[in-house]
């Protein structure tokens, strides 16, 4: 089913306010008010002198996989969280760089899935090229990228 872009405005709005209040670190009538104007009027302004196209079809939407995104991904970056926090106290690391690949043919769930994994305790990408991801790992199980891949991505790939 097809979004109205209506529905995808409305969407990138409710996104936009979201980020509005978490920088003004308040919801309050004045703050969600100055941000439904300013995220409307952004939106507005960007599609018709910045990118010369609709948000709906450059960048296609869907605020619920966003929220069921977020909440997967932060569930991971606790569980890594423990994981590293034992690894340290243990003394049981290994760092190294590692090239993995991603599956995913869409230049930004690439970007999303390079960001995931650096919010994730104990890896960082330092480099993306098209669909090869370089990792900082703290613990290096193994360097070939198929099984590092397995390891580093875990699920994450799955959810986008």
């Not at 569930?75 to 890594?80: C, G, N, P, T, V």
Request: proline share 2%.
């Amino acid at each position: 089913m097809q979004m109205k872009k209506w529905q995808i405005d409305i969407q990138w709005s409710l996104l936009y306010l979201g980020v509005w209040c978490i920088l003004f670190e308040r919801i309050d009538i004045p703050v969600v008010l100055s941000g439904i104007v300013v995220s409307i009027l952004g939106l507005h302004i960007t599609e018709k002198y910045l990118m010369g196209a609709a948000y709906n079809i450059k960048y296609p939407f869907n605020f619920l996989w966003i929220v069921e995104y977020g909440f997967f991904l932060f569930i991971e970056i606790y569980k890594a969280g423990f994981k590293t926090i034992m690894m340290i106290f243990t003394g049981d690391i290994n760092p190294g760089v590692v090239d993995i690949y991603s599956t995913q043919k869409d230049s930004h769930k690439v970007t999303i899935l390079a960001n995931s994994i650096t919010l994730t305790p104990g890896t960082i990408t330092i480099d993306k090229e098209d669909q090869k991801l370089t990792v900082l790992w703290l613990n290096v199980k193994s360097k070939k990228s198929k099984k590092a891949g397995e390891l580093i991505k875990g699920t994450l790939e799955k959810h986008l």
